[in-house]
């Protein structure tokens, strides 16, 4: 039984912040951000938008009404989460009319719960073949104005319906796992951003992608030889890049991973981080812009999550792929932004993300969004 992704669907915020005029009003040298990062661009996320209504946004482009009678789990992997009890699965699955036979709950593992989902998911349609699971990842990543991080900010959803006889790719149910306590990243209840060791938190996520491609490589007599492209988890474009160099060398199958990883990375680098679905961008951006991948390709896939968690797995394209029609998906939504200049970018920080409780409303005249937050009244989001 084939089991795997059958439609994906992205959204981000229509604002963005151009790089080089960050770099100009930080003082840094703007190829530091475009090439020792790997940045261009990053979404910057407005009050009108949290996670649920950027993965109801995601969402709402791929999925049928015949599908959301047939989805029988919605899975909602976030480090974002709009209440500690309340998972923002049951708003989403609200506001797409999904079926209320559907079990729907939200899962945390920072940058990992998007791939706990689809695990899950893979793992539930094999003993319940006739299901459809809505997979979403969505986050804003928040460091703070003229810190480090600042840089690797951004935010968006990511939306996977899972299904048995999938379209885009079929997973192989291979997979090598890591997990350690370890400090690197991490967001207290008190904060607003993220608290981060940048340089640890980069050693690390090497070290979890060597331990975890080696022992995938061992458990599947596997190597290198057997993967057409290798995707990562994105925080910066990079940060991909330097895991991905620690295991190619001057042959020419390396030369193809490299450049499969360039076709990889292009719309993360206007988009930034959106932590949980920054794996599955850089999917979709892999699966748009390459002009090499055939059917039966085979592609490895390494998540990482701070805290910290790791698992290289891997899956192959299906005969169905449709590269333009998911490039056109992406390139409607990234071509349809409003640039801000940096003073009107921290002006919206400032406002994002509001944790304060009682009544508050937000201006939504600008956000051209099919579902938008207008506020919250007595400490419920309407
Ligand atoms: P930094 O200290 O400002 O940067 O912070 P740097 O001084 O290390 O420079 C960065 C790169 O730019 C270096 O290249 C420089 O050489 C180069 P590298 O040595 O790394 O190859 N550079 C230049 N290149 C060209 N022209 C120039 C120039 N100047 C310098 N003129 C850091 C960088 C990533 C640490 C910071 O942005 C940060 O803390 N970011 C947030 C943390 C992060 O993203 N960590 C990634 C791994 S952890 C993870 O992925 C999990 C996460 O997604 C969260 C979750 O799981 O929930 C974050």
């Not at 439609?7 to 912040?17: C, D, E, P, R, V």
């Not at 991080?149 to 790719?169: C, H, N």
């Not at 020419?252 to 292009?266: E, G, M, R, V, Y």
């Not at 409303?361 to 956000?367: E, I, K, Q, R, S």
């Given at each position: 039984?084939k089991?795997g992704i059958d439609k994906?669907?992205?959204?981000?915020s229509?604002?963005?912040l151009?790089m080089v005029?960050l770099?100009n009003a930080r003082?840094?040298d703007p190829?530091k951000?475009?090439i020792g990062?790997?940045q261009?661009?990053?979404?910057?996320?407005?009050p009108t938008?949290?996670?649920v209504?950027?993965?109801a946004n995601?969402?709402?482009?791929i999925?049928?009404?015949?599908d959301?009678q047939?989805?029988?789990m919605v899975v909602f992997?976030?480090e974002?989460?709009?209440d500690?009890?309340k998972s923002?699965?049951?708003?989403?699955?609200?506001?797409l009319?999904?079926?209320?036979?559907a079990?729907?709950?939200e899962?945390k593992?920072?940058?990992?719960?998007g791939t706990?989902?689809?695990?899950?998911a893979?793992?539930?349609?094999?003993?319940?073949p006739d299901?459809?699971v809505?997979?979403?990842a969505a986050?804003?990543?928040?460091y703070?104005?003229?810190?480090?991080?600042?840089?690797?900010?951004?935010?968006?959803?990511?939306?996977m319906l899972l299904?048995?006889?999938p379209?885009?790719?079929?997973l192989?149910?291979q997979?090598?796992f890591?997990?350690?306590?370890?400090?690197?990243f991490?967001r207290?209840?008190?904060?607003r951003?993220a608290?981060?060791?940048?340089h640890?938190?980069t050693d690390?996520?090497?070290d979890?992608?060597n331990k975890?491609?080696k022992?995938?490589c061992?458990?599947?007599?596997?190597?290198?030889?057997?993967f057409?492209a290798?995707?990562?988890?994105?925080?910066?474009?990079k940060?991909g890049?330097k895991?991905?160099?620690t295991v190619v060398?001057?042959?020419?199958h390396s030369?193809?991973?490299?450049?499969?990883?360039?076709?990889?990375?292009?719309?993360?680098a206007h988009?930034?981080n959106?932590?949980?679905?920054?794996?599955y961008l850089s999917?979709?951006?892999?699966?748009?812009?390459?002009?090499?991948?055939?059917?039966?390709?085979r592609?490895?896939l390494?998540?990482y999550g701070?805290?910290?968690?790791g698992e290289?797995?891997?899956?192959?394209i299906a005969?169905?792929?449709?590269s333009?029609r998911?490039?056109?998906?992406?390139?409607?939504?990234?071509s349809?932004?409003?640039?801000?200049?940096?003073?009107?970018?921290?002006k919206?920080?400032?406002?994002?993300?509001?944790?304060n409780?009682?009544?508050?409303?937000f201006?939504?005249?600008?956000?051209h969004?099919?579902?938008?937050?207008l506020?919250?009244?007595?400490?419920?989001?309407?």
């Amino acid at each position: 039984m084939k089991i795997g992704i059958d439609k994906i669907g992205f959204f981000t915020s229509n604002y963005y912040l151009d790089m080089v005029d960050l770099a100009n009003a930080r003082g840094e040298d703007p190829n530091k951000y475009l090439i020792g990062i790997g940045q261009k661009q990053q979404a910057v996320i407005p009050p009108t938008q949290d996670v649920v209504t950027m993965a109801a946004n995601a969402a709402e482009k791929i999925l049928t009404d015949e599908d959301k009678q047939s989805i029988d789990m919605v899975v909602f992997g976030t480090e974002t989460g709009v209440d500690n009890s309340k998972s923002a699965a049951i708003y989403v699955q609200s506001l797409l009319g999904i079926s209320s036979s559907a079990r729907s709950f939200e899962i945390k593992q920072a940058c990992y719960g998007g791939t706990a989902g689809v695990q899950m998911a893979a793992d539930h349609i094999a003993m319940h073949p006739d299901s459809k699971v809505l997979v979403l990842a969505a986050d804003i990543a928040r460091y703070g104005i003229k810190t480090p991080g600042e840089v690797t900010q951004g935010g968006g959803a990511i939306a996977m319906l899972l299904s048995v006889d999938p379209r885009i790719l079929v997973l192989d149910n291979q997979s090598a796992f890591h997990s350690e306590n370890i400090m690197d990243f991490w967001r207290p209840f008190y904060k607003r951003e993220a608290i981060v060791d940048g340089h640890y938190s980069t050693d690390i996520y090497i070290d979890f992608f060597n331990k975890t491609f080696k022992d995938y490589c061992d458990k599947f007599g596997r190597s290198l030889t057997d993967f057409s492209a290798l995707v990562y988890h994105l925080p910066f474009t990079k940060m991909g890049l330097k895991a991905l160099r620690t295991v190619v060398d001057d042959s020419p199958h390396s030369q193809k991973l490299l450049k499969a990883f360039d076709q990889s990375k292009q719309y993360n680098a206007h988009v930034g981080n959106l932590y949980t679905g920054s794996l599955y961008l850089s999917l979709l951006s892999l699966l748009s812009n390459s002009t090499d991948l055939h059917a039966n390709d085979r592609i490895g896939l390494f998540s990482y999550g701070s805290g910290a968690q790791g698992e290289f797995y891997s899956a192959t394209i299906a005969e169905t792929m449709d590269s333009r029609r998911l490039a056109s998906q992406v390139d409607s939504v990234l071509s349809d932004r409003i640039k801000l200049s940096v003073p009107e970018y921290e002006k919206m920080y400032a406002d994002g993300l509001p944790i304060n409780g009682g009544n508050v409303t937000f201006d939504a005249a600008n956000d051209h969004s099919r579902f938008v937050l207008l506020g919250r009244k007595a400490d419920q989001l309407v």
